[in-house]
């Protein structure tokens, strides 16, 4: 049965750094978009950023450019978000989620996600 596992997530002062990881189990990376979402308290869970199946293109929401980075590890069957100067809005449960077919997480389209882990929480606060 197809898995993810989120780690990582913690308390974390503004302007810190953490490091997200999503181990996969049951399939390879490169046979899955997988993307990183995350969902605040009261809002709609919101697309992060996709490293895609084939070539490892990356995606990033505009609020993340320049301060987020996704990277896979197919030995360790590992996909990373690295996060840098992070902001209180950053606060939020982040999930790690894979998509077959489709260009649902490039497009940011969370229902259309095949498979979900449990979410890690982020912190953000001083």
């Known amino acids: 049965q197809v898995q993810l596992v989120e780690s990582g997530g913690g308390l974390v002062q503004p302007g810190g750094s953490l490091t997200l990881s999503c181990v996969v189990s049951?399939?390879?990376?490169?046979?899955?978009?997988i993307g990183w979402f995350r969902q605040a308290p009261g809002k709609e869970r919101e697309r992060v950023s996709c490293?895609?199946?084939?070539?490892?293109?990356?995606y990033y929401s505009d609020s993340m450019k320049g301060r987020f980075t996704i990277s896979r590890d197919n030995a360790k069957n590992t996909v990373y978000l690295q996060m840098n100067s992070l902001e209180p809005e950053d606060t939020a449960v982040y999930y790690c989620?894979?998509?077959?077919?489709?260009?649902?997480?490039?497009?940011?389209?969370?229902?259309?996600?095949?498979?979900w882990g449990k979410g890690t929480l982020v912190t953000v606060s001083s």
């Open positions: 989620a894979g998509e077959t077919f489709g260009s649902s997480c490039v497009m940011g389209y969370a229902s259309g996600m095949d498979y």
């Open positions: 049951e399939f390879s990376l490169d046979s899955y978009t």
């Open positions: 490293i895609s199946r084939r070539d490892a293109s990356t």
